[in-house]
Every structure is written in C-alpha cells, then in structure tokens.
C-alpha cells in the first residue's frame, strides 16, 4: 500500500502575512489527515511556514533547488539554504519552470541529484502539452521526461522520490484529464519506472496527479489505483477547498 500525498503548489502567490493566515486556518482542518499532506511555498514563505507547521503534521516544500551548492547563481537557491529554513519537500521541473524559465530534463535532473545529496523529498512533475496529447505522444514525452530526470539516480534514491503527472493543458485551465486519463498516464509513468528500477521501485514510488485537480473531483480521481494523490495549484490556495482534498485523499 502506498501513503497518498496532497502537495500543495501555491506558485507566485501569498504574502508571509496571508501565508500565516492560510496556515493559520489550515492546520485544524487537517489534523486527523491520514495522507501525507505538503505546502510547498515561496521561498520567502519557507521558515515562517516551517515555523507555522510545527506539530501539525504539515510538511513544508520549496518550489525549486539549485543544482549548484552556492556561488555565482544570482536568482537560484541553495539546497543548505532551504534545509536551514525548514523545507523538506522541493518540487522540480514544473512545466511553468520548464515553460518560462528553460528548465530542461539535463536541469531536471542536475536539481534532482543535488535534492537527493540533500535529503530533501522531491516531487518531479512531467507531462505532455495538449498539442502533445493530441498528437498521440504522450507516452513517448512522459518517458523522455522520467528516464532524463532520473539519468544517474540509484534505485535506492529513486524509491524516495515522487512523481508527478501534470498534463501541461490542465494545469490552472480548469480541465482535468479524466480519471482514466490520469490513471492510464500514471501506469505508464510506473512501467517506465519498472523498467529503470525494477518491481520493488515502481510498486513503491508516489505517483500524484496534478491539474486543476479540486474538492469536486478529487473522488474520482482518488478513486483509481494508480494515483497516490495530488500537486493541487490552485485550489491549494483556499484553506478550505484544499482541506477538503486532504480529507478525501485521507479515506
Ligand atoms: C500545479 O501548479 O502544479 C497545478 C496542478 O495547478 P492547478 O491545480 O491550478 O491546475
């Protein structure tokens, strides 16, 4: 049995005051969650929220890592960085970073190595854009994307870490993949991790479902054997709604 995990993505979005108050109005809502239950925020939100979620359960992620320790990397942050604040998730390689900041597999896979060193929990996000899907290459972009981030990675790493399939076309447009959808790309998401890692790996590993997911049809995708949980964007704003995704995901 795998523990589902909600992660919560809050983008570019919350001050520390408004992160204080969503935490704030969170942590109750969330206490008997069963699931593993995430909040990766921005980088100034980081030890404050670490703060915050002390003894609630809550665990607190960054939205990206450097794949260098330190240095001349004006804008980057550090793996020592983060740890010292109190991340202990990091997403890499959402398609917003690979859309409008270049991040490509080789940097997927450089930040990935560096989170692992770090003992950090990564969540790596791949998925196809709709001209992808509809092109019937999906399943070719989603190898590429898994075999490219895990170039290097040990077995023993790869089992710690997560996958996320976000279909580029879903993320903050309000589509979801269907529930077959969601739950056919992630099986084959697992095959091509059983052909890296063998049985024991991909029988193990986390793999979510991101885009658009929310309180209305977290159900039915919770519902299929393949998704282990969510990277909610948008819905992860609203201590209530995202809440709501927690609890079912806790059933
Ligand atoms: C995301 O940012 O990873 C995401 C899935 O966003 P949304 O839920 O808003 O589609």
């Known amino acids: 049995m795998r523990k589902p995990i909600i992660a919560g993505n809050w983008k570019m979005n919350k001050t520390a005051a408004e992160c204080r108050a969503l935490l704030t109005e969170l942590a109750p809502k969330v206490k008997n969650a069963t699931c593993d239950v995430v909040v990766c925020v921005p980088f100034t939100d980081i030890a404050l929220a670490a703060e915050l979620c002390k003894g609630t359960g809550i665990a607190v992620g960054a939205q990206n890592i450097a794949w260098a320790e330190s240095g001349a990397f004006t804008g980057e942050i550090s793996a020592a960085m983060l740890k010292e604040a109190g991340a202990q998730y990091v997403i890499i390689g959402h398609s917003e970073r690979r859309q409008y900041f270049g991040e490509t597999d080789a940097t997927v896979n450089s930040r990935l190595v560096r989170a692992l060193e770090h003992g950090f929990t990564p969540i790596v996000c791949v998925g196809e854009t709709l001209d992808e899907r509809e092109g019937g290459k999906t399943e070719n972009v989603c190898k590429t994307q898994v075999e490219g981030a895990f170039k290097g990675v040990s077995a023993d790493d790869a089992a710690k870490t997560v996958i996320a399939y976000e279909p580029v076309w879903a993320i903050g447009t309000g589509k979801t993949a269907t529930d077959d959808q969601a739950d056919e790309t992630i099986g084959y998401i697992r095959s091509v991790v059983r052909s890296l890692y ?38 992860s704003l609203k201590a209530e709604d995202f809440a709501y995704i927690v609890n079912s995901a806790s059933k």
Not at 204 to 217: P, V, W
């Open 198 to 235: 063998g049985d024991a790996v991909a029988d193990g590993m986390r793999i979510q479902y991101g885009g658009s997911m929310n309180a209305k049809n977290v159900e039915g995708l919770m519902a299929k054997p393949q998704i282990d949980g969510g990277l909610i964007g948008g819905a």
